[in-house]
Every structure is written in structure tokens, then in C-alpha cells.
């Protein structure tokens, strides 16, 4: 089956570094890639749509000079958390949409990306 | 606009007994429907969709779910609980002809007791 790859796993840093998280689809081509942020014992908040090629969608109130996102490949979308500070500090998961034969949506995640920062 | 209501944030359970987790959906369409588990510190992984074919929908691990039009739910069940099944489970909908955005419900924690 369809699997996306998360890296790094977990990735602490310090205040005002800046942290690449990379989304791989492994066996697969995707298009689309969705980044999520997720804060302990909550459900996932979709930040942004990735677009190969393209700009990425931002949701409302998610800065987009803070949580850059490219998407240069058709199995590879980043994400990079510039100047870091502790509040970013949170569970970064990606996904990628795989169309099912049935023709309903299904998103494939990632294990997930924890940043802690300092 | 679309959204799901869990009810219950934290579900206990005895090992052996029946698991059941609700969820509510809201949809001014048609929606598709899913199920995740999330293990800690782990990305989510797929027990189950609804997708307008059977309304009785039977994913991995023995869990199922039953799509009720009249009652806008899509409630996840288990006959037996195993200890391996805590964790946490979030709903999700997604609008019938998007291809994007699927919006996930608050989540419940399954504890099993031994």
C-alpha cells in the first residue's frame, strides 16, 4: 500500500534556528501533500495544502513566512519552521492523498515529526 | 460546511468488551466518512471509510462502523476490546465532490482495563 515517509522523527533545536521536515511518498506520486500540526491530546489542525509546483494554501492564521512549505517534486513536500521559539514547539504530521478505487478521498499520514524547541 | 462531534473524550473499557466510540457528522452533502487510530507519537493510520456503498462498513482490527443517514452518526465499535487497541481515535468527514480537505473530529482516547 501507499506509504509516506516523515523525517525527522523527533528534532529539537533552539530558539530562532530553523527546522526542515521532510514528507516522502514513497510508492507513490503525490500531488497534493496536507501539513498538520497537532498539540498534545487534540486533533490535528490542517496548516496548509501543498502543491506540486505551486504555492502552497494556507489556512487562516497560519503564517506563511513562518512554516515555509515547498513542494518540488511529486514525492516530496517540506516544511520549515524558520526562527523557531518554543511556542512552535508541536507534532508536525503530513499526508498525501491517495485516490481509492471507490473514488473516496483517502490521506495516507506520516508517523509524524515532534520539534521541541528551546 | 461540514464538521464531526465526538462524544466523549476518554473512553474506558474492560478487556473483552464491547468498544463504542460515537460520532456525529454534519454535511449539507452527502459526505464521506473515515475513521483513524493514532498509536503515541505516531502519524495516523486508517481503520475505515464510508463512502455511500454499504452502510455497514468493516475496516482492520475487527472494528466497524455503521453509516445512519436519519441519526447523522457513524459510531465505531468492537465486540471485544483487546489491551493493543488503546489509543486514539478520531472521526473525520470529507465533502462529498472535494478532493481536499477532510476535517477531523476532537478525538477520544480508548483506555482498555485489563
Known amino acids: 500500500g501507499a506509504v509516506v515517509s516523515q523525517h525527522p522523527s523527533w528534532v529539537i533545536c533552539k530558539s530562532g534556528t530553523s527546522v526542515k521536515i521532510e514528507c516522502r511518498s514513497l510508492d507513490f506520486q503525490a500531488t497534493t501533500m496536507f501539513w498538520y500540526r497537532q498539540f498534545p491530546k487534540q486533533s490535528l489542525m490542517l496548516m496548509a495544502t501543498?502543491?506540486?509546483?505551486?504555492?502552497?494554501?494556507?489556512e487562516q492564521g497560519v503564517e506563511k513566512d513562518k512554516f515555509l512549505i515547498n513542494h518540488a517534486s511529486l514525492t516530496l513536500s517540506t516544511l520549515t519552521v524558520t526562527s523557531a521559539h518554543p511556542e512552535d514547539s508541536s507534532f508536525y504530521i503530513c499526508?498525501?492523498?491517495?485516490?481509492?478505487?471507490?473514488?473516496?478521498?483517502?490521506?495516507?499520514f506520516g508517523a509524524g515529526s515532534r520539534l521541541t524547541v528551546l | 460546511a461540514q464538521s464531526v462531534t465526538q462524544l466523549g473524550s476518554h473512553v474506558s473499557v474492560s478487556e473483552g468488551a464491547l468498544v463504542l466510540l460515537r460520532c456525529n457528522y454534519s454535511?449539507?452533502?452527502?459526505?464521506?466518512l473515515f475513521w483513524y487510530v493514532q498509536y503515541p507519537n505516531q502519524g495516523l493510520q486508517l481503520l475505515l471509510k464510508?463512502?455511500?456503498?454499504?452502510?455497514l462498513v468493516k475496516g482492520i482490527n475487527g472494528f466497524e462502523a455503521e453509516f445512519k443517514k436519519s441519526e447523522t452518526s457513524f459510531h465505531l465499535t468492537k465486540p471485544s476490546a483487546h489491551m493493543s487497541d488503546a489509543a486514539e481515535y478520531f472521526c473525520?468527514?470529507?465533502?462529498?465532490?472535494?478532493?481536499?480537505?477532510?476535517?477531523f473530529g476532537s478525538g477520544t482516547r480508548l483506555s482498555i482495563r485489563p
Open positions: 499526508s498525501a492523498r491517495v485516490q481509492g478505487v471507490s473514488g473516496a478521498n483517502v490521506l495516507t
Open positions: 464510508y463512502t455511500s456503498a454499504a452502510t
Open positions: 473525520a468527514v470529507s465533502p462529498y465532490s472535494s478532493a481536499s480537505k477532510i476535517i
Open positions: 454535511s449539507s452533502v452527502p459526505p464521506y
Open positions: 501543498s502543491n506540486e509546483g505551486s504555492k502552497a494554501t494556507y
